[in-house]
């Protein structure tokens, strides 16, 4: 029988553990070169590697990113992106296009960095500078694309 306690109430020291420890999630946010069709400039996007967890998921969404030139040829690999869209801007639908894709009128760039780093930090998420040095001094490129951070969410 106190074989038997001890052992519940270690379990039930190591289920509460395991709810408090929660998991890490860790991302990447880019710069990328986006090809705006409608009025035919390019762009330079804030994109994130995958749809992450917390508040910030509210302002991913995934992007058709047109073909930049004739000469590169487009993959499935890049032919959408997750996007940051800011949060201070309205949903707007843009049916001048020829694919009419939907979006926010304001898709992260440059100029929002202040902004979503803000966000990042009132919400939980962390900015390690450590790995986003390390991966901007790495000889090895996932894409064209420009690390801006790595970031880690606690769930």
Do not use: W
Not at 63 to 74: A, H, N, R
Not at 115 to 144: P, R
């Amino acid at each position: 029988m106190v074989v038997f306690i001890i052992l519940l109430l270690l379990s039930f020291n190591f289920f509460s553990f395991q709810i408090y420890m929660g998991h890490t999630r860790s991302y990447i946010l880019s710069i990328r070169v986006f090809l705006d069709t409608c009025n035919g400039c390019y762009k330079n996007v804030i994109t994130i590697n995958t749809l992450p967890e917390g508040p910030l998921r509210n302002l991913v969404g995934k992007l058709q990113m047109p073909q930049l030139s004739p000469f590169k040829t487009q993959t499935a690999c890049t032919g959408c992106a997750y996007v940051l869209y800011s949060a201070n801007d309205g949903y707007t639908c843009n049916t001048g296009c020829n694919d009419k894709q939907c979006y926010n009128g304001n898709i992260m760039n440059e100029s929002h960095i202040p902004e979503l780093f803000s966000f990042l930090m009132s919400n939980g998420y962390t900015i390690d500078t450590g790995l986003t040095k390390l991966l901007n001094k790495s000889e090895i490129k996932m894409n064209d694309d420009k690390v801006l951070c790595f970031i880690t969410y606690n769930t």
